[in-house]
């Protein structure tokens, strides 16, 4: 299944647990995932901004569908393990997952 994480920018990237895991085939259908949207192997350290500064009082800015190496085999050979960024603000992944609540807050200690 694949993660699919809330993100800051600046040095802390995100906390927490993932918001929910969905197949790839659901992140294709409701998250408009494509292969061009990879953007980190599962061995980098993604980040957004400057790496110094901490942003989480602004809140997520990013999400991040991580994709296993089992996932990414069985989504066919255009799919790779790594980090994908989806390509709409957060509220609208929230909002497009059916999420109930939001988990966690955005104080994250660094």
Not at 34 to 61: A, Q
Not at 84 to 107: C, F, H, I, N, Q
Request: hydrophobic residues 30%; glycine residues 8%; charged residues 30%.
């Amino acid at each position: 299944m694949a993660k699919i994480w809330p993100c800051f920018e600046g040095k802390v990237v995100t906390c927490g647990d993932p918001w929910t895991e969905i197949s790839l085939t659901e992140c294709q259908q409701k998250l408009d995932l494509r292969p061009s949207d990879y953007r980190w192997s599962l061995s980098e350290v993604p980040h957004f901004g400057n790496p110094d500064e901490d942003r989480t009082i602004l809140g997520h800015k990013h999400v991040v569908v991580e994709l296993s190496e089992t996932e990414a085999r069985d989504g066919g050979e255009d799919w790779r393990p790594g980090r994908y960024v989806v390509r709409m603000a957060p509220d609208e992944v929230y909002e497009r997952l059916g999420l109930a609540t939001k988990s966690g807050s955005s104080s994250c200690s660094s």
